[in-house]
């Protein structure tokens, strides 16, 4: 069974860190990408960041700089480090996954606009919230 879990969100003050984990079971991530998404309270979901092993990573303007994603193959989990959060970090994060293509461009096209209608099998969310 596919799935995709997060975990490592919470409560913390602005400046602050946290980690996140997506784990995944039932595929490997060696033919996926994997982006991170997340929805703030009234607002769309946004793309955060994507990785895949085709063409590295991307960030959303918002974040570049201060968030790092990476994956552990070993483990099959890929992690978003998040630095000097700001309060309009505070959304539910998800991850999600798309196929790779043979085409490498495409593959590269769909990882960096972070876009979610190119995303699926998606997570349950975790709830970050940076306040002080």
């Known amino acids: 069974q596919v799935q995709l879990v997060e975990s490592g969100g919470g409560l913390v003050q602005p400046g602050g860190s946290l980690r996140l984990s997506c784990a995944a079971s039932?595929?490997?991530?060696?033919?996926?990408?994997i982006g991170w998404f997340r929805q703030a309270p009234g607002k769309e979901r946004e793309g955060v960041s994507c990785i895949s092993n085709s063409d590295g990573s991307y960030y959303a303007d918002s974040v570049k700089g201060r968030f790092t994603i990476s994956e552990h193959r070993d483990k099959n989990t890929v992690y978003l480090e998040m630095n000097n959060l700001k309060p309009d970090d505070t959304a539910v994060y998800y991850c999600?996954?798309?196929?790779?293509?043979?085409?490498?461009?495409?593959?590269?096209?769909?990882?960096?606009?972070?876009?979610?209608?190119?995303?699926?099998?998606w997570g349950q969310g975790t709830q970050v919230t940076v306040s002080s």
């Open positions: 999600a996954r798309f196929l790779l293509d043979s085409n490498w461009n495409w593959n590269r096209v769909r990882c960096r606009r972070l876009s979610p209608t190119d995303f699926g099998s």
């Open positions: 039932g595929f490997t991530l060696d033919y996926y990408a």
